[in-house]
């Protein structure tokens, strides 16, 4: 054998050892893969998209509340996928922070029902914003109005068996995780837990620190990057890094989410233009197992 094949064949023997070290990684990592039905980017019904998800290697879905539940069922049941959590789908725009008890009320029955949605499909929580504090709107209004929608919830939540769980994001309200652990204090409630979106906390981060704070209330996290590099002039679409293309420290974030115990569900919710095909979906998925193997 001549010195040319033998270091092709070396570097072979280590690149395979290093692709095997990372398989063996994800597969002790009891993390499995959904995406957020609102980010596939696929066209065409429910079914359609399941069917997509499925070739691409994602094992489950995160509905929207509001659905046609019976056409969600369905689906599930012959793509064989599983609901990993469902999304309430009002409470952006008829948030339970709102200064008006009409568009609380609709917040409120958009929570209900997508509890019944979640129970309907197996799911065993339910992704919730819990206000807004802008627009008029105070922390301290967002604080006191949510928590008095949350609490009338919780026995349906208990009655169904699935956790109301709050997630951080972009709404100026619970910035920090000693906030989010005053939050979840406040509520006292097993039927409350965590929702962690992990791009989002990077902006208020680290994201490593809030899973720290957390700890084992987290009952769901979110898979997705962030950048804090401006977007490129004429951008179009949905600006976000992909996975392991942005500033997460994902090293940093999976060692955390060991040391809490985190087992279960790890939802992408990365733009739709990310998973618009098969193909690339795919990619999406195989970043995630890459992340599960850091």
């Keep these: 054998m001549n010195r040319r094949s033998f270091l092709q064949l070396a570097a072979g ?16 990592r009891p993390l499995r893969k959904a995406i957020m039905y ?41 793509t064989g996928l599983q609901a990993a959590s469902v999304c309430c789908h009002t409470h952006w725009v008829k948030p339970l922070s709102a200064p008006d008890a009409p568009t609380r009320k609709i917040g409120y029955d958009g929570l209900i029902h997508s509890l019944h949605d979640a129970h309907a499909y197996g799911a065993t929580s339910v992704l919730l914003v819990p206000g807004v504090a802008r627009n008029g709107v105070t922390y301290q209004e967002c604080w006191d109005r949510s928590i008095a929608e949350i609490r009338q919830a919780i026995p349906v939540a208990r009655d169904l068996g699935v956790k109301i769980a709050i997630e951080n994001v972009g709404n100026d309200f619970i910035m920090n995780p000693q906030q989010a652990v005053d939050y979840l204090d406040a509520l006292n409630s097993e039927w409350v837990a965590w929702h ?29 990057d962030f950048s804090t ?54 990619d999406l998925a195989q970043r995630m197992d890459r992340i599960f193997a850091l």
Excluded: C
């Design 13 to 28: 023997a280590a690149t395979a050892s290093v692709l095997a070290t990372a398989a063996q990684a994800a597969s002790k």
């Design 38 to 78: 609102s980010t596939i980017g696929v066209k065409g019904t429910p079914l359609e998209r399941f069917r997509a998800m499925k070739a691409a290697g994602f094992e489950g879905v995160e509905p929207m509340g509001g659905m046609g539940r019976e056409e969600v069922v369905a689906a599930l049941k012959e």
């Design 196 to 224: 962690f979106d992990i791009g989002n906390a990077g902006r208020h981060g680290p994201a490593e620190k809030w899973i720290n704070a957390l700890g084992s209330r987290i009952v769901r996290i979110h898979i997705k």
């Design 229 to 282: 590099k401006p977007p490129e002039p004429g951008a179009k679409g949905p600006v976000r890094p992909k996975l392991l293309d942005g500033e997460t420290n994902w090293p940093a974030v999976m060692a955390a989410l060991d040391k809490a115990g985190y087992r279960g569900w790890a939802i992408s919710e990365q733009p739709g233009n990310q998973a618009d095909s098969v193909d690339t979906a795919r």
